[in-house]
Every structure is written in structure tokens, then in C-alpha cells.
């Protein structure tokens, strides 16, 4: 389907900046084999991005993690950019996010650093072509799987992004994103969590210190995920026999200390965990900078996959 | 039935919203394998569309559906149905024995002395010991195609390395308590080096992506040098190697 597609080069990249990668929705059916999931760690923004740029769900975007990036356009694109306020400018105007916009043949798209988040999505109308590898684009630099190249590689200053040629229909659907799901990530997010087979192992006060404590998110936070710092928990057993951990699963290592594991996670692990985030939680905890803080709310199935339920029916065919 | 019914097993334990963790085991058991991959193969006939990844392991299966095709209950329902006919398979995983060539010297196995000083025996013996015994694949994770195998002779059980090598090379055979393995691309490692191995274990243009699967079969043969490169393998030294 893809194959038949025109591929071009579209954008140069000026200055590769410390950290962006080709996501698709990630690597499915073969987690079995050890291969991680891989895709958007803020499957929000990211989703949001490619309906703003016009695209079908599970096109790739490009994920830019704290900023420094910066692309010059070969030809005029329709682009949208959704997630982090990275301070992105055009040609040094502020971009506005959250909408599609015009980015001019020749003029340069400059990412500075986080005003609100971690991870903004840059999703240009035909979407950011790359070969699948294994059934997908997403880029994994520790298994050496997808982006541009095939081969897991960060982008170098020079690079030149081919994107597929859209088909010349104007875009449909919305243009700008209504104001109420636009994120302000700055503010101290309280997080959902599925409990799990071992909640019951916790002491008494460990479980109320993980339901009460405002938790800070540690510098050990990257796309396999994220460690929070606070009150030491207590598990009366220290290991499991390793087993497959799902998207947003906790676990707790002897140290005490969570870690809340994203889409990049190895697909096996042996502690014992709390539960997992809703995966819409999974993706808000993604956007927070070390330092910020978040709470961990236990609830049940029920309100939480109707709300995940309705988020990707605005989405997905 | 006798005992605590909440925790009879098999059992299905939350795993977030889009995943049931079907807990059949407690102890890790050669026998667990194809009552695992049985569940496995008859979870993705029963799920089609609505199942999105399956991930075995020693004593659990992790299934992951689609929670827009198939609501957590309507998941659970199907994998409690598929329990109470479950029979086990005949051949587990490919119903494969992989002969994995392998050459074990100091060169490319750094540990072998270290490992000998530690169980008190001589190198050869430990080749020997390593070399002679057919070890069932338990699980794969850690990296594409890694896979933990097992178990070993206990004469040979060794610790971890207190500190973890940054960079393993390629085809790196190894040790660490009662399980083996071999590193299918170059990734840190902390496990006890003994040689390398020419099979090619990852190969993303390969039908299926891993060679081994879990319930395979792997025995370790002995090579000399000569054989070893003459199946292209890599006999570039650990140090050289990184």
C-alpha cells in the first residue's frame, strides 16, 4: 500500500539537535521475540499532530525531545505541531501549535528548549516516509530497528527527511485543535493506575505513601521509562520470575523507588509492580520534565477505558 | 479442589487496561513450555484481529489485546474459555534442535577462566560440561532475539559480573546462574563469557526475524578456530572487540 506511494526528499536538517525520532505507532506481534513496542511516547500529541496535518492514523511524525532541532523545508508544506511547547519558531516567528500551518520552501523551523513538556510531534501532510522494518518506522537505537535509515540511527546535521507526496486534495477535518484538549503540561498531573497482582505484597503504609505523595520525576527518565523519587516502598517480595510487562506497567525495584515503564521498556522484567498507567496516562507522564511532580491515583477499569475508548474514536478508522 | 481458590492456578491477573497476564506456573519447569505455547497458538486463533501482542515467559503468558475490538471482560472471557480445553502441544515452540557452533577459547570467552576458578574445574571441563547437555529456550526479552535458556548443570551455576561489560560482542556465549544464552547483537551484558557462537540468531530479513523461539531445543557444539571461521564467525579478541 505504502510501497505504491511517491516517496521525495522535503526537508533538510540544519541542526540534528540531541534527541529526534521517526515514530510510527510502534512494533506489533513481535514482542515475543524480545523486539520492543516502540511509537509515540505521548500517543496523545502525536495522534492529535497527524489528524491537524491531515493524516491517517498511524502515519509517522517526527518525536523531538527537548528541543535544539532544527529543519529547513525543500518545497511549501502543510505541517502541524502538537505536544511540548518546545519555543518552535519559523524563520524566528513563534509557531503556533495544536493547528495546521504553512512552512515555506525555504524557510527554517527552529526548535529552543521546553517552555511546557518534553516531546513535541511534527507531522508533515503525506506523512514522513521511511522503509518498515519489522511492520514499522519506529525508531529504536538500542535494537538497531527503524527511522530513516532502517538501522535505529539518530538524524545528522545534512540529513534530508523524504516524506510521501500528498495527494493535492485540500486537507480534511479540523484545521486547530479545540482549546480544551490542547495540554498544558506544566501543571502537576495526578496519574491513573490499574492496580495489579502484587498491589496486595505492598505494607500497608507503603500503599497509602504511593496513593498520597506527590512524586518527582527523576533525570533517569527516557523513552524506557520513568523513575519517581519519593517515599521508600516496601514489597514483601523483591523479584519475580521475569515475565512480559505491558505499556505503563510500575514496577519497583528493591531501592523502593518506582519506575514507570514507556514504550521503549524491555519486554520482559521481574519486579514487582503497583499496576500499570491508563495508556493515556503512560503518555502524560511522557511529557514531564525531571523535577516536575505527579500523584498516582488507583482506579478502576471501567471510567478509564470509556474515556481511552472515545479518545481513539476520534482518531482511528 | 482443595485450597485457596483466589490463588488457584491457572490464574488471570490485571495487566492495565489492554492486557491480561495469565499465570499458569510457579516454578520454572521445562514442563511449563507446552502448556504456554499451546495457550499462545490458541490465543491467536480465538482473537484474531483484536489481539496485538502475545509475550510467553518461564511460568506466564501476557496477552495484549485491543481494548476497542474487545473489552477487558469479553479478553478475559475468551482466554478462561481456552484454559478449561487447554492441552498441551505435542512439540514445543518449532519443535527445532538448534546446533549452535561455537568456539570456545579464552579469546572470545574471557570469563572461561574465571568461571573454571570458581566452580573448581579445569576449562575443558566447563566446555565440556557446557557443550554436552540440550537446554530448552524459557523466554525471550532483553534484546531482539535473546534468549534464556536452561538449565545448566549446577556444578556450573556462577554469579553475574559485579559489574556489567558495556559492550558484548556479537554471538557472545554465556552464563549466569542456572541459565545460558547467546547475544544476538552486540548490547551491554553482565553474564559470564565462554565463547562465541557463528549462528546467525537475529536476522530482521529472516522469515520469523528470531532463530530460536521459546520451547526450542539448543545444544552448543564445540568448534576449533579453523571451523569456526570457516562458518563466518568473528574471531576478532574480547579487548579488540571492546
Redesign the interface.
Known amino acids: 500500500m505504502t510501497a505504491q506511494r511517491k516517496m521525495e526528499s522535503a526537508i533538510r536538517v540544519h541542526r540534528s539537535g540531541p534527541l529526534a525520532l521517526l515514530q510510527d505507532l510502534g512494533r506489533?506481534?513481535?514482542?515475543?521475540?524480545?523486539?520492543t513496542?516502540g511509537g509515540p511516547a505521548d500517543l496523545y500529541s502525536w495522534a492529535w499532530a497527524n489528524y491537524l496535518a491531515g493524516n491517517p492514523w498511524g502515519s509517522a511524525s517526527l518525536e523531538i525531545t527537548f528541543g535544539g532541532l532544527q529543519l529547513v523545508a525543500e518545497r511549501d508544506l502543510d505541517i502541524a505541531i502538537a505536544g511540548a511547547d518546545l519555543g518552535a519558531t519559523l524563520d524566528g516567528q513563534p509557531v503556533p501549535l495544536w493547528q495546521r500551518i504553512t512552512w515555506k520552501e525555504g524557510q527554517k523551523l527552529a526548535f529552543a528548549s521546553p517552555v511546557s513538556g518534553l516531546r513535541a510531534y511534527l507531522s508533515v501532510r503525506g506523512g514522513f516516509a521511511a522503509e518498515p522494518?519489522?511492520g514499522s518506522v519506529a525508531t529504536v537505537g538500542?535494537?538497531?530497528?527503524g527511522g530513516f535509515d532502517g538501522w535505529g540511527s539518530k538524524l545528522a546535521d545534512g540529513d534530508r527527511l523524504a516524506i510521501y507526496t500528498p495527494d493535492g486534495k485540500p486537507a480534511e477535518g479540523m484545521s486547530e485543535a479545540p482549546d480544551d484538549v490542547r495540554m498544558d503540561f506544566r501543571e502537576s498531573p495526578v496519574l491513573e493506575l490499574?492496580?495489579?497482582?502484587q498491589i496486595g505484597e505492598f505494607t500497608g503504609r507503603s500503599l497509602y505513601d504511593a496513593f498520597n505523595t506527590w512524586w518527582r520525576v527523576d533525570d533517569r527518565a527516557d523513552r524506557m521509562g520513568v523513575r519517581l523519587l519519593g517515599p521508600k516502598l516496601q514489597c514483601r517480595i523483591g523479584s519475580l520470575?521475569?515475565?512480559?510487562?505491558?505499556?505503563?506497567?510500575v514496577q519497583v525495584p528493591p531501592d523502593g523507588q518506582p519506575i514507570a515503564l514507556l514504550n521503549d521498556r524491555?519486554?520482559?522484567?521481574g519486579y514487582p509492580r503497583l499496576?500499570?498507567?491508563?495508556?493515556l496516562s503512560a503518555s502524560r507522564l511522557a511529557q514531564c520534565l525531571p523535577g516536575q511532580e505527579v500523584r498516582l491515583r488507583a482506579c478502576g477499569?471501567g471510567p478509564?477505558?470509556e474515556h481511552?475508548?472515545c479518545f481513539?474514536?476520534g482518531f482511528?478508522p | 479442589m482443595t485450597g485457596n481458590p483466589a490463588n488457584a492456578l491457572p490464574r488471570l491477573e490485571s495487566a492495565g487496561l489492554d492486557g491480561w497476564m495469565v499465570r499458569l506456573f510457579e516454578q520454572i519447569d521445562e514442563a511449563n513450555l507446552p502448556w504456554i505455547t499451546a495457550l499462545a497458538r490458541q490465543c491467536e486463533s480465538a482473537f484474531g484481529d483484536a489481539l496485538v501482542d502475545l509475550v510467553p515467559s518461564y511460568t506466564t503468558l501476557l496477552v495484549v489485546f485491543d481494548p476497542v475490538r474487545l473489552s477487558p471482560s469479553d479478553a478475559r472471557q475468551k482466554i478462561t474459555d481456552l484454559l478449561v480445553e487447554l492441552e498441551p502441544d505435542e512439540h514445543m515452540g518449532t519443535g527445532q534442535v538448534h546446533e549452535l557452533p561455537t568456539f570456545y577459547d579464552p579469546s572470545v570467552g574471557p570469563d572461561l577462566d574465571r568461571v573454571a576458578e570458581h566452580t573448581g574445574m579445569t576449562v575443558a571441563e566447563v566446555i565440556d560440561c557446557h557443550s554436552s547437555k540440550t537446554y530448552r529456550v524459557f523466554a525471550l526479552g532483553f534484546a531482539p532475539g535473546f534468549a534464556f535458556m536452561g538449565l545448566i548443570d549446577p556444578r556450573l551455576e556462577c554469579p553475574r559480573l559485579d559489574t556489567p561489560r558495556k559492550k558484548v560482542p556479537v554471538g557472545s556465549v554465556a552464563i549466569a546462574a542456572r541459565q545460558t544464552a547467546a547475544y544476538p547483537t552486540a548490547t551491554p551484558g553482565g553474564w559470564n563469557l565462554l565463547g562465541r557462537t557463528s549462528a546467525r540468531l537475529f536476522d530482521r530479513e529472516r522469515e520469523g526475524f528470531s532463530l530460536l523461539r521459546v520451547g526450542d531445543e539448543v545444544r552448543f557444539v564445540s568448534v576449533s578456530r579453523e571451523e569456526f571461521e570457516r562458518q563466518g564467525g568473528d574471531t576478532t579478541p574480547m579487548e579488540a572487540a571492546g
Open positions: 506489533f506481534g513481535v514482542r515475543h521475540l524480545g523486539v513496542q522494518v519489522m538500542r535494537e538497531q530497528l490499574l492496580p495489579g497482582a520470575i521475569s515475565e512480559g510487562i505491558n505499556l505503563g506497567g524491555q519486554t520482559i522484567g499496576g500499570a498507567l491508563s495508556p477499569s478509564v477505558l481511552y475508548r481513539l474514536a482511528r
